[in-house]
């Protein structure tokens, strides 16, 4: 068994190896035999070594370029499904990427610090591990404490008027005092030192020690401080130049500001721990502002916005001093506008980055023989625009790209400098508190000639989960549109921004949802969209963003990309494994130029698909298995006019249900019996002559004469087939499930098929995460092509053999089949041939992707629409 701490030990050694001899002592301390690396090293050829590949393990690729994220998405071009590695590793000299294929995650890191991650690689040695986390501990542990100290603060002053507001305020000056004393704005320790030897053990006087405490850092002649705050320096800030009213303290809550002071704060990420304790403060917990995620993520947002071209444009000008010049010129021009910044994860990353680019570009000119002048960085935070409905979040923000600056002049310069300019950026930063569905985003971020990039995650609510004010928003920005009842929150920002960018050389791009890119919503907003002279130039299809706080939760979201139609660029679809160049990216975010909308009868030849039978009864003509083995027990001639009955639930977990179904001719029968007439009285009182039916019948009366199909019209999304099934002509289906009325069986193996529940999940959207089926809008326009009497004999005897996987089965429920992590090889193997006869329909060669499939179904679409 390997010794895990000579392991790291090891990783840690070689981290200081920025040569072509890395790869080969990292791979030997992870236990790869001494013979397979002589062979290996047989590969190097120079700087830009020749890929070192170890097949089925990992693939590394060192490179001289500055930009890992960048090449790696240069990289997906070739597919990284084809390079047969759990590892796909690409390196400089100071830095390593690598991104695990089977868990999907990305580790970014100097090659000094990566020991602290070498558990990422444990596979090498046979051993998987846990996902890792994206924030060091004292991240997690600071906004643990400060969200702690919030709420503690609020449950001691329950019953103040505005304890929120009040709480907030004291919150934002008190992570203002923590930053600065880690930075050195204000001696090292003098908050902690301060509360500990000038407050009560019970906290009662701590209010006004820290009321005193803010009033001192804005006296500047020093007159009327009190000696023991004398270290506390004047600071021209705004943010303490009005009193306010402050909270009251106990012991607890005097604790926990010691606790809170005594941390290292200097190791605290602003970006991360904004958006850390407001996931612990808040109570909305399906905001995707509440998930931070790494940089990798967002990068998949930022690179191909601009940050991929910022970089290209050095590798290119590197080595000509007036280039470089006109670059750094370009990047002190660029404007980036967060218009849902929240804590300001976005602006904050987007502001690392940029600064590291610069500080490259600097480095480069000053190493260049002609270099003409000292030349130092210009980009700063005045460049960075946000609003933000929530003041506590906008305060996190302005102070967050605050210290980042402050961070950052440390770094290069060993100390901290320009503390008046730095000063002045806080005092004039461009984060406002407001709500941007009702404020002029051009008053906020002026959209001059600059370059600016619209970014974010905005909020995203569906149309059935709003509050009154959020619809009220909905409304407003969609005032001179029609039909927007179903729009999601989140469609604001997406019309605003293309209102904002259109007919401009500016460009936005957002995270969010799939809900965007499915369903209804398509046909609702994206011509809107489409309206402002702007299309989509990159997205990157759905994967998880994931939250690596106290809570791991995950969210399905993609990223969308947009310019001006006066703008154009490659477009770009990026997967978690693949990149490639379209001539067109359409919302469902494949290439062909379509948006899919309902149709009343099938564009292809399959039969009519209506709902079911819909009772409409108040719930008397349905009954439950015991009500059923009453009224049989009483009255044995009632066994004639019951059914059983099905919607999507019975159907899916063997619910068993009955009906009181009569034919016309039948009714005087039936009547004589009690509790069946007392029913039917029932249904007549609810009805009120609403419907022309008569009192002892569904609302619809369709009926088998031999099978039919029974479709569920909501199901689980982790199945990888949609469950359907035949009931015989004794079984009614409600109009809680769609049915197809005696049913040829190949028609059960098209719905069935794979090709069919992606072209469902694509285009019908969801019902919260399950998969919403609709007939006019998946099954209507689901295009099939037309196909020979021997094909469907093919499908038939496919759909005969998963009936007999199903009944070889028959003691589980039909979601007990489909379940996807207990499904039978046997039932598993029968729908493989299926989906293989299917795609042969389309054609012969092989599919490669989900995403090629939806390709083809669109441009099958197209050409049956017309």
């Known amino acids: 068994m390997m010794n895990l701490e000579k392991l790291q030990s090891d990783v840690k050694e070689i981290g200081a190896d920025n040569g072509p001899d890395f790869i080969y002592r990292f791979l030997l301390s992870y236990g790869m035999p001494k013979a397979t690396i002589a062979r290996l090293r047989l590969n190097i050829t120079g700087e830009e070594q020749s890929p070192v590949h170890v097949p089925n393990k990992i693939y590394y690729q060192f490179t001289s370029k500055s930009n890992l994220l960048s090449l790696f998405n240069l990289l997906k071009r070739d597919n990284l499904n084809k390079i047969k590695a759990r590892f796909i590793c690409i390196a400089n000299k100071d830095n390593i990427l690598a991104y695990d294929m089977n868990t999907e995650e990305t580790l970014l890191s100097s090659k000094k610090e990566l020991y602290k991650s070498f558990d990422f690689f ?128 106990n012991k607890r809550t005097r604790k926990l500001i010691l606790e809170i002071s005594e941390l290292d704060w200097s190791d605290v990420n602003p970006d991360i721990l904004g958006s850390l304790i407001q996931s612990i403060v808040s109570t909305d917990k399906n905001n995707i502002n509440y998930n931070f995620t790494s940089v990798p993520n967002i990068y998949k947002l930022i690179g191909p916005l601009f940050l991929d071209e910022l970089y290209e444009a050095y590798e290119s000008s590197k080595n000509e001093y007036q280039e470089c010049l006109n670059l750094l010129n370009r990047i002190s021009k660029i404007k980036i506008f967060d218009p849902a910044c929240f804590t300001g994860n976005f602006l904050i990353v987007i502001y690392k980055e ?77 984060i406002i508190h407001g709500n941007a569905t009702r404020i002029s985003w051009n008053d906020i971020c002026p959209n001059s000639d600059n370059e600016i990039y619209v970014v974010g995650n905005p909020p995203y609510k569906g149309a059935r989960k709003q509050s009154k004010e959020q619809k009220d928003d909905v409304e407003f920005v969609f005032r001179n549109h029609n039909n927007i009842k179903d729009m999601d929150y989140a469609a604001c920002w997406f019309y605003l ?41 990159f997205a990157h299809t759905e994967f998880k963003w994931k939250n690596s706080g106290k809570n ?168 990888t087939y949609i469950p359907i099934g035949f009931v015989n002509e004794n079984t009614i289906i409600t109009n809680l499930a769609f049915s197809i009325y005696d049913c040829d069986p190949w028609v059960f193996g098209v719905i069935s098929s794979k090709m069919h529940n ?47 996987e199903r009944e070889n089965q028959s003691e589980k429920s039909i979601a007990q089949m489909y379940d996807p992590d207990n499904m039978s090889e046997g039932l598993l193997y029968t729908h493989m041939i299926l989906d293989a006869n299917i795609e042969r329909c389309y054609r012969e060669e092989p599919f490669h992707s989900d995403q090629e499939r939806l390709e083809f179904l669109f441009d099958l679409y197209n050409r049956k629409g017309d």
């Open 122 to 249: 444990f596979p090498l040695i046979g051993r998987e591990k846990k996902v890792i986390t994206s924030h060091v501990t004292v991240n997690i542990k600071a906004a643990e404490r400060f969200a702690e100290l919030y709420n503690e603060l609020v449950i001691a002053n329950k019953g103040t008027n505005d304890v929120d507001k009040i709480v907030s305020n004291l919150m934002s000056r008190l992570l203002f005092c923590f930053f600065a004393d880690s930075v050195g704005l204000i001696s090292r320790g003098a908050i902690n030192k301060i509360v500990y030897n000038f407050s009560e053990e019970s906290g009662t006087n701590l209010s006004y020690l820290l009321e005193s405490m803010f009033k001192a850092f804005f006296i500047k002649d020093r007159n009327g401080v009190p000696d023991y705050l004398m270290e506390l320096p004047f600071l021209d800030i705004h943010m303490f130049n009005t009193p306010i009213e402050l909270p009251r303290f």
């Open 354 to 430: 940029l600064k590291e680019l610069e500080s490259k570009i600097v480095e480069s000119m000053r190493n260049l023989p002609n270099s003409k002048e000292v030349i130092t960085s210009s980009l700063n935070i005045s460049q960075f625009y946000g609003i933000e409905k929530n003041e506590f979040a906008c305060i996190v923000t302005r102070l967050g790209l605050f210290f980042t600056e402050c961070q950052i002049s440390i770094l290069q310069n060993g100390r901290l400098t320009f503390v008046d300019h730095l000063l002045e950026d806080l005092n004039r930063n461009n």
């Open 497 to 537: 921004a293309s209102k904002f960018v259109g007919n401009s050389k500016n460009a936005f791009a957002f995270v969010t949802t799939n809900s965007l890119t499915q369903g209804q919503l398509v046909g609702l907003l994206w011509p809107k969209i489409f309206d402002e002279n702007v299309h989509i130039s």
């Open 552 to 719: 791991n939760t995950a969210v399905t979201v993609v990223i969308i990309g947009i310019r001006s139609d006066v703008s154009p660029k490659r477009k770009f679809i990026f997967t978690q494994t693949t990149a490639y160049e379209v001539p067109w990216i359409n919302p469902y975010l494949t290439a062909p130029k379509v948006i899919v909308k309902k149709q009343r009868k099938p564009i292809s030849n399959l039969p009519p698909m209506p709902k079911g039978n819909m009772p409409y009864d108040k719930g008397h003509l349905l009954l439950e298995p015991h009500e059923v083995q009453e009224l049989v027990n009483q009255y044995p001639t009632s066994k004639k006019f019951l059914k059983r009955v099905m919607g999507s639930d019975e159907f899916i977990n063997d619910l068993e249900r009955w009906c009181i179904w009569i034919d016309d001719k039948d009714l005087n029968e039936a009547l004589l019996i009690p509790p069946i007439k007392d029913r039917i009285n029932h249904v007549k009182k609810f009805r009120l002559n609403k419907l022309a039916k008569p009192p002892h019948q569904f609302r619809e009366t369709n009926i088998t004469k031999t099978y039919s199909l029974i479709i569920p019209s909501v199901s689980s999304e982790r199945r």
């Open 758 to 804: 992606l072209w469902v999940r694509t285009v019908c959207g969801r019902l919260e995460s399950r998969i919403r089926y609709s007939s006019q809008l998946g099954y209507n326009t689901f295009p099939f092509p037309d196909i020979s009497n021997s094909q469907k004999e093919s499908i038939k005897r496919c759909v005969y053999d998963i009936i007999t």
